[in-house]
């Protein structure tokens, strides 16, 4: 794993050094948008809608619809003056029971190690928290965004998980929660009887996705029996590195003519006829009176070759 942030922890007068790395990973299957005839990849290009001009990176900025049509345009030094923390510290505001948060709050999760001389330290805070039975609410910022998230101790190890924010959770708003639904108690003790008769321990390593694994046999079967497409030219190359080792190659073999050396390429052979001329004029003598015109007017062409060479 790679650590994608480093920090550390304020626990009162304690500062723990930290690394974070990612926790959870992605494992769905992929796919590229590609043309169905080829298989050539799809291409996008950035464009203005105003002018139609394509757009480089460095011309792009952020811009905050007002409505209206209306836009306002930030640059990174709007940005620079925003009061976010740049002491890069998860800083530890309180200890809850972990009751009293709502999953619905969790966003991502990060496993935090401890950096240097922080493994004391790391132990004591991760062995409190156990102790006491309570996560820790901490602040940390992470690619230029202030979070709410909570400290917590999984398999030894301590885990930030980050936060929404209170006014980010949607209200539920349904007609069915204004009308007045009864249950009868036997629908009641039925329903709580199916709920005892498939009751369980949860042991997520018994669960899997059925869906990617069916989706991952049919890529199999379609490698196995070789049906895919494969483009003429995978990945376009740059032009001017074609360019330059055509260049190269033909400068290579231009050498060594003119050293003397034998080129194995077909190219180099083709100055050969120039070389070969004066056999053809000696045997042109020997020849009889009726083959001597042909051999006349093959000499302008010797004198071509001659000029050319």
């Not at 050539?40 to 460095?58: A, H, L, N, P, W």
């Not at 009751?99 to 330290?121: H, M, N, R, V």
Request: proline content about 6%; aromatic content about 6%; hydrophobic content about 45%.
């Amino acid at each position: 794993m790679r650590a994608i942030w480093k920090g550390a922890v304020s626990f009162g007068l304690v500062s723990i050094a930290v690394k974070l790395y990612s926790a959870t990973e992605e494992k769905d299957i992929r796919f590229h948008q590609v043309h169905r005839t080829d298989g050539g990849r799809i291409k996008y290009q950035r464009t203005c809608s105003v002018d139609g001009e394509v757009v480089s990176y460095d011309d792009i900025a952020k811009g905050y619809d007002i409505g209206g049509g209306e836009m306002v345009i930030l640059t990174d030094e709007d940005f620079a003056d925003l009061p976010l923390t740049t002491s890069r510290a998860i800083d530890v505001l309180e200890f809850v029971p972990a009751e009293q948060i709502d999953p619905i709050l969790f966003a991502k999760s990060y496993y935090l190690e401890p950096e240097g001389q922080a493994a004391k330290p790391y132990v004591l805070l991760r062995d409190a928290l156990q102790d006491a039975d309570r996560v820790a609410i901490v602040k940390i910022a992470i690619r230029q965004r202030e979070q709410l998230a909570t400290l917590r101790v999984h398999e030894g190890v301590l885990v930030l998980n980050t936060m929404l924010w209170p006014d980010e959770v949607r209200t539920p708003d349904f007609g069915f929660l204004d009308e007045d639904i009864e249950t009868r108690p036997a629908e009641l003790a039925m329903a709580s009887s199916l709920i005892d008769s498939m009751a369980g321990s949860f042991k997520a390593e018994e669960f899997t996705d059925n869906y990617r694994a069916a989706l991952q046999e049919v890529i199999d079967a379609k490698v196995e029996g070789r049906e895919i497409v494969q483009p003429e030219e995978a990945e376009e190359a740059p032009a001017a590195a074609v360019d330059l080792m055509a260049a190269l190659k033909a400068s290579v073999e231009r050498a060594k003519a003119a050293r003397g050396e034998s080129a194995p390429a077909p190219a180099a052979a083709a100055p050969a006829p120039a070389a070969a001329a004066p056999a053809k004029k000696a045997a042109a003598k020997k020849t009889t009176a009726a083959k001597k015109a042909p051999a006349k007017k093959a000499a302008p062409a010797k004198k071509a070759v001659k000029k050319s060479a």
